[in-house]
């Protein structure tokens, strides 16, 4: 089942243009989501909450290494994408190479695009676009002290 949520752009695009198409709202996120987190489980709850579909694009090994250097990610792609699909909120996955999730945003056109509480929404990639056809821009909020950098800070700390 997990597997199954693990999608390409040309077949997640036919299924949030089939989702819309039946009257869901279908809800976009974007991260790393490196080692999980409470913060990153109220998020995508949240997250869920705004719609009917939960879209989560995650940033490839490259990716991430190029927003948060060479030591990073810890988790391997692959294996984040498969952690994040196991949450029951989270109804698909895809992993995009990009610095930023603007060519999945336009390529899907989600409802209601989310950010956490830690982003500026004039800061949101994606939010001009996404307020252009009607869309919505939303922040999940945050939990503070929790984030996946201050964890790998206190695991190197017990060292």
Same mark, same amino acid.
């Given at each position: 089942?997990?597997?199954?949520?693990?999608?390409?752009?040309?077949?997640?695009?036919?299924?949030?243009?089939?989702?819309?198409?039946?009257?869901?709202?279908?809800?976009?996120?974007?991260?790393?989501?490196?080692?999980?987190?409470?913060?990153?489980?109220?998020?995508?709850?949240? *997250?869920?909450? %705004? +719609?009917?579909? %939960?879209?989560?694009?995650?940033?490839?090994?490259?990716?991430?290494?190029?927003?948060? +250097?060479?030591?990073?990610?810890?988790?391997?792609?692959?294996?984040? *994408?498969?952690?994040?699909? *196991?949450?029951?909120?989270?109804?698909?996955?895809?992993?995009?190479?990009?610095?930023?999730?603007?060519?999945?945003?336009?390529? %899907?056109?989600?409802?209601?695009?989310?950010?956490?509480?830690?982003?500026?929404?004039?800061?949101?990639? +994606?939010?001009?676009?996404?307020?252009?056809?009607? +869309?919505?821009?939303?922040?999940?909020?945050?939990?503070?002290?929790?984030?996946?950098?201050?964890?790998?800070?206190?695991?190197?700390?017990?060292?």
């Amino acid at each position: 089942m997990i597997k199954n949520k693990i999608k390409q752009l040309k077949e997640l695009k036919r299924i949030v243009a089939a989702s819309k198409k039946r009257g869901e709202k279908v809800v976009f996120t974007n991260g790393c989501f490196d080692i999980i987190h409470l913060g990153h489980i109220r998020y995508l709850e949240k *997250a869920s909450s %705004l +719609g009917d579909k %939960l879209v989560v694009a995650l940033n490839s090994d490259a990716s991430e290494r190029r927003l948060k +250097g060479n030591t990073r990610p810890i988790i391997p792609e692959q294996e984040r *994408a498969a952690i994040a699909a *196991a949450f029951e909120c989270v109804d698909y996955v895809i992993i995009f190479a990009e610095t930023t999730p603007l060519r999945l945003i336009k390529a %899907l056109q989600p409802d209601v695009l989310v950010k956490g509480g830690d982003w500026r929404k004039p800061d949101i990639v +994606g939010k001009d676009f996404v307020e252009s056809y009607g +869309g919505k821009v939303a922040s999940a909020g945050f939990v503070k002290g929790y984030s996946s950098s201050s964890i790998i800070a206190r695991i190197k700390k017990t060292k």
